[in-house]
Nanobody, 123 residues
Framework: QVQLVESGGGLVQSGGSLKLSCAAS????????MGWFRQAPGKGREIVAA????????YYADSVKSRFTISRDNAKSTVYLQMNSLKPEDTAVYYC????????????????WGQGTQVTVSS
């Protein structure tokens, strides 16, 4: 089994920055592609960013391109999401996800999920 634990959420003013972390444990060697999702109140969950095992391939939702950066440190079994120029519409619970596939197709298909971390951006 794989456990994913997010950290780094909090309250920040519009224009500020936060860095989320997601640490994998358990059978973490079986996790290749990793992703960050978010769910705002009253809305469905949406993909924010994804990264493959090597980090060479990444995906970003249009709404976060040029503001967010996904990265990973495989030695630490950790994936990060650097969020800059935050906007109130970025307010959501952010979830880390992983799967035993390395490609970045079908990004609605992830096997492992964290418990989520709240990000609140005040205007």
């Amino acid at each position: 089994q794989v456990q994913l634990v997010e950290s780094g959420g909090g309250l920040v003013q519009s224009g500020g920055s936060l860095k989320l972390s997601c640490a994998a444990s358990g059978r973490s060697f079986s996790v290749y592609a990793m992703g960050w999702f978010r769910q705002a109140p009253g809305k469905g969950r949406e993909i924010v960013a994804a990264i493959n095992w090597t980090g060479r391939n990444t995906y970003y939702a249009d709404s976060v391109k040029s503001r967010f950066t996904i990265s990973r440190d495989n030695a630490k079994s950790t994936v990060y999401l650097q969020m800059n120029s935050l906007k109130p519409e970025d307010t959501a619970v952010y979830y880390c996800a992983g799967r035993p596939r390395n490609d970045l197709s079908n990004l609605d298909e992830f096997d492992y999920w964290g418990q989520g971390t709240q990000v609140t951006v005040s205007s």
